[in-house]
């Protein structure tokens, strides 16, 4: 039985996450749950789960009162301490941007298994989590890339990897001319063909600046080089990335897109179970599969995140906090689509990187990255 603390448990994969452990109630408990400012789900799932360790940002007094009425009482803890906690085993990272970043840092020291989903995490700090491994804990990949490059790794010898091949759907406005770009709205780019995801994640898959971070987050957790991360277009998003070793065989994993299938493995490792029921994958049915190369010109983002990436030091952690405001600005309708791009550009020519940061100096550089975001929407507007 793993004991589960699931960070972000409110949000899309913290809710897949939770019905994996109702798939599989004799392997999983949860422990400990924190969220952001959904407190009524919260609360259900407080109720359902009865955890020993409970988190909201917002709304704490509401949700205490609330549950002292059902008769139950729950220790609050932020996340970075419930990830420590000595009932803790495993620890679910599904927060999105940079607020994963402490409780994963907590987590490793304290020696807990990760369960990473957050992709900003080792974005902004792989250098930083890298060490914190030495520590004894452990990171498992949760983004179906990774879940997938991993799985292709299991029992291969690293020094035999010669590529990592990242695929990547194209989101919502893959196939619309470029000049309309400037005036999609929130609601079309949250659209996404293939999966079902929280707003931040959609909105980098519309501007592929996800595949970017996928890119810098596979260099940190499978040791490959940038220069030997590639990305290829696959709309269907049933190969969900693929591995070329040094003998030219390539080996790739298949499943429908269903985020619990990647949830469920790096919640169970190394055993694979039956667990949560998913769709098969009936290749007679789906017919073709498409792959093509990443059109540079539509975009622009991925191109950035490789930029900050191969730079190094705090260039990525500001690339992702800036992306962070930017995004938040756009679904709130400040800004248009293209102005994330403008945003992210300007951000990475203005700062000044510090090479090999510690934490407080990437959270420094995220925080000066935000407010320059925002101080650029202010100046727009
Ligand atoms: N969704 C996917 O299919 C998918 C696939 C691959 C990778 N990922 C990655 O996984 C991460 C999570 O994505 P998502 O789609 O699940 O995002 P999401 O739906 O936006 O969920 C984010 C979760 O974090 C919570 N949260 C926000 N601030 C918090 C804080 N300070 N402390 C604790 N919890 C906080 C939110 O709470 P409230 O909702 O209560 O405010 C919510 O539960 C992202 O980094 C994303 O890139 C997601």
């Known amino acids: 039985m793993a004991r589960l603390a699931v960070i972000g448990s409110t949000g899309s994969i913290g809710r897949q996450t939770l019905e994996v452990v ?9 422990v400990a749950l924190a969220a952001g400012n959904n407190i009524e789900l919260l609360q259900e799932q407080a109720l359902e789960f009865r955890p020993l360790y409970l988190y909201a940002e917002r709304g704490e007094k509401e949700l205490y009162h609330a549950l002292g009425e059902a008769g139950l009482s729950c220790n609050w803890a932020r996340p970075e301490e419930m990830a420590t906690a000595p009932e803790v085993d495993l620890v679910m990272v599904a927060t999105a941007g940079g607020a994963g970043l402490l409780p994963t840092m907590a987590a490793l020291k ?3 298994v990760v369960a990473l989903a957050n992709k900003e995490v080792l974005v902004m700090a792989g250098h930083l989590v890298n060490a914190a491994l030495s520590h004894g804990g452990e990171v498992r990949p949760v983004d179906s890339e990774h879940s997938a490059i991993w799985q292709c790794l299991w029992g291969e010898a690293p020094d035999k990897i010669s590529r990592l091949i990242l ?11 470029l000049h309309e770009l400037a005036k999609v709205t929130p609601q079309e780019a949250l659209a996404h063909p293939t999966w079902q995801m929280g707003p931040k994640v959609t909105v980098d898959s519309a501007t592929l600046i996800n595949k970017g971070f996928e890119c810098l987050e596979a260099r940190w957790l ?15 998003s049933i190969v969900h990335s693929l591995v070329e070793f040094c003998d030219g065989s390539v080996k790739a994993q298949l499943s429908m897109p269903d985020m619990r299938l990647p949830i469920q493995l790096a919640l169970t490792y190394p055993e694979r179970l039956t667990g949560v029921s998913l769709p098969p994958l009936d290749l007679a049915q789906v017919g073709c599969l498409h792959f093509g190369p990443v059109d540079w010109e539509r975009y622009p983002c991925l191109a950035l995140a490789l930029e900050a990436g191969k730079k190094g030091g705090t260039y990525p952690a500001v690339l992702a906090a800036a992306d962070e405001v930017a995004v938040q600005m756009f679904l709130e309708g400040h800004i248009g689509f293209t102005d994330i791009r403008y945003i992210l550009e300007e951000v990475l020519e203005a700062h000044e990187g510090v090479p090999e940061p510690d934490l407080g100096q990437v959270l420094e550089a995220e925080a000066w990255a935000k407010a320059w975001a925002m101080a650029w929407v202010r100046s727009k507007g």
């Open 22 to 30: 109702r798939a599989l109630p004799n392997r999983l408990q949860v």
């Open 110 to 112: 304290a020696r807990k």
């Open 167 to 177: 695929t990547a759907s194209g989101g919502p406005f893959r196939d619309r001319p």
């Open 222 to 236: 499978f040791q490959v080089p940038l220069e030997r991360i590639h990305v290829v277009m696959h709309k269907e």
